[in-house]
């Protein structure tokens, strides 16, 4: 009997051991810790993962209010304090959301809520609660706000750029055809040449809002950080005036990022400058790179995903910034200059990070300085050489073909006829979507030269019913702004081959020379390519049909680890791979999620969907969650997957 009592209370402790790993395991996954407040002693006592919320050793805590000094920050002890008071005053729980300060320097965001626990009488004698680290839902709240700001702005801008681009058309083009006929007066020609200049200084501009805004696509190519930030450094200087001590502290060998190089130096020049506002009496400014491996828990604190980046950290010794300004720099028309300031320049830079793939980080104490960390991905290639331009002999554009030009704009339509005619082109015109047509169902037309915003019946539409009814029309979309919903709808091989305005006669007359001459053509483009990933044949097949249907080109693959080699390879060839679908499940192979990851770490900007047969599932309902861009569900349904590979890719 006494040794059946033993072995039963041997059990009893090991599933009491065994339940308090598993809780204490749960709140580590949850970020959750628990806590009891004994009110008569004033002291606390806390389960494991508040220690590791806290970032406090146990040798440090005694169970007093002395870790509120310890750990919350400074601009939240009052209002802790304050909530314990009420607490024994009203005998109620206070939910409370505050900051701490990590050893590190860090600030995470925490909730803490209870219950209060009476005795007999009815007397308060304890509370009993928990403490979670909503730092990361923080996070995303933040991000959801400042992107639907950019967004509202974005409409704003986007709307204006088209109009602007417009003029700038008129002013580049009529420039040109007056540069050609004013050649032998050499004073004129000059006057002309600082049109075009002034001209295509606001062309950048408007390219620049406009990728701020996220409506058109920036000049991604893979750079040389170190040869940017040297190349940039005379200028800086300059800029900085002699007050401010400008240090490069690069690291040997860094590794190349892909980025619009315009924007970086866009970025690192508001960096500076805002960093010098902030240097009043002078000080210094430091640009320095490293090449950083983050974990999942790092890349979480930056907003991205694990993997490798660059980090370029701008560090000043100025006024710094306190907790209320650090948490709007990068709002819209936010500054602290007062009329001299327009707030756009580190939304600027916010915008551009994210278009890049990747993240910023600011730390920053009052009185003492600030550091802004941007965070690029890492690129598998080795940096791009950008071959010299070559001056265009526009004799040598010429032709007789016929062509097609449509817009609703009635200048444009005649700033065409005034660039194309001159060559020997014969020019028609249409105001809109239907008298194209029209004139297509009467006319022999090589090209087709169209607007993309028109009422009605926009570019897409058109194109979209030329190449259906007149295949061997050749086509052209000209546009000053796209929107990304128009995008959706439209042609991924037309949207690649877009046309930017403003552009200049030149410009036009070497695409439209191109396209005739075959060299370029709507359908010469390679079609986007999609690797599935199944391990059932009979679904890859199905995927393949629907894909090959749609007009993607498709690999495929019966496990994550022959998925990550073929994607491996892809990056040393000219064409990558597009856009990746994997199965979410494989049974004694490689998964979907592990899969993502490996290949994040080999590009962490691949477009990556989940594929599964059911939509309930934790990588399906929050896919960005485990590093995917989209989720498809396996109902095979050709317009659902049509829709998720353009928003993956646009």
Known sequence: MHQKTTEDDVRADDALRETRQMLEKAQQIARVGSWVWDIRSQKFSWSEEMFRIFDIAKDEFDGTNRLIDLAVHPDDRGRVLAAQREIQATCKPVPLEYRIVRKDGSIATVFANGECVFDDAGKLVRMVGTCQDVSLQKHHEEQIRRSQKMDALGKLTGGVAHDYNNMLGVILGYAGLLQDALANDPKLSDYIKEIQRAAERGATLSRKLLSFASHTATKEAVSDLTAVLTSA???????????????????????????????LQDAILNLSINAMHAMELGGNLTLRTQNKQLNDRQSKSVGVTAGDYVVLSVIDTGCGMDAETLGRIFDPFFTTKGAQGAGLGLSMVYGFVQRSGGGIKVKSIPGKGSVFSLYFPRHARLPSVVPP??????????GTETILVVDDEPVLLRLAQEMLAPQGYQVLTASNGADALSTLSKESVDLLLSDVIMPTMDGYQL????????????????????????????????DKNLLQKPFTMEELLVRVR???????????????????????????????????RLGYQVILSADGAQAAAQYKESLSKARHIDAVILDVSVPGGMGGTETARHILSLNPRAKLIVSSGGSFGPEMTNYREYGFSGAIEKTFNREHIDRVIRDVLS
């Not at 190449?467 to 439209?490: M, T, Y």
């Open 514 to 548: 191109a396209l005739l001459d075959g060299g370029l053509t709507t359908s010469s483009y390679d079609k986007p390519t999609v690797l599935v990933m199944d391990d059932d044949e009979s679904l890859r097949e199905l995927f393949q049909i629907n894909l090959e």
């Open 233 to 263: 450094q005379d200028l800086l200087q300059k800029t900085l005036t002699p007050r401010i001590t400008l240090t490069l502290d690069l690291v040997p060998d860094v590794w190349p990022i892909n980025v619009d190089r315009g924007d």
């Open 463 to 494: 194109a979209a019913k030329v190449a259906q009814l007149w295949p061997s029309v050749k086509i052209q979309l000209l546009s000053g702004f796209v929107d990304k919903r128009r995008l959706e709808h439209g042609n991924l091989q037309l």
């Open 389 to 398: 331009a070559h001056a265009v002999d526009v004799s040598l554009l010429r």
